[in-house]
Nanobody, 122 residues
Framework: QVQLVESGGGLVQPGGSLRLSCSAS????????MGWYRQAPGKQRELVAG???????NYADSVKGRFTISRDNAKNTVSLQMNSLKPEDTAVYSC????????????????WGKGTLVTVSS
């Protein structure tokens, strides 16, 4: 079994910052790409940022220059530093990881955390 657990969401004023973290645990053989997605009320889920095991990153245009994704491969964690937050960043943020387990080392599955709510409001 593999679990992803997010932390760090909350209420912040426009212009403020938050840092989200996600920890993967369980019978993990290898973690490939990790990422953060978000879903705002009434909207489809969208990719916010992704990072490969080698550290290559990609970002949604709407967050470039404001958000930074990073990971610690030794700790199986991924983080999202969010600066200059805007009301339109309000959403449930979910962690995603492509993981091969100890039982199925050649088979990569997508795992999701339950999500953490980020509210940007004055």
């Amino acid at each position: 079994q593999v679990q992803l657990v997010e932390s760090g969401g909350g209420l912040v004023q426009p212009g403020g910052s938050l840092r989200l973290s996600c920890s993967a645990s369980g019978s993990i053989f290898s973690i490939y790409e990790m990422g953060w997605y978000r879903q705002a009320p009434g909207k489809q889920r969208e990719l916010v940022a992704g990072i490969t095991s080698g550290g290559s990153t990609n970002y949604a245009d709407s967050v470039k220059g404001r958000f930074t994704i990073s990971r610690d491969n030794a700790k199986n964690t991924v983080s999202l530093q969010m600066n200059s937050l805007k009301p339109e960043d309000t959403a449930v943020y979910s962690c995603n990881a492509q993981i091969a387990t100890m039982v199925s080392r050649d088979y990569v599955m997508f795992y999701w955390g339950k999500g953490t709510l980020v509210t940007v409001s004055s």
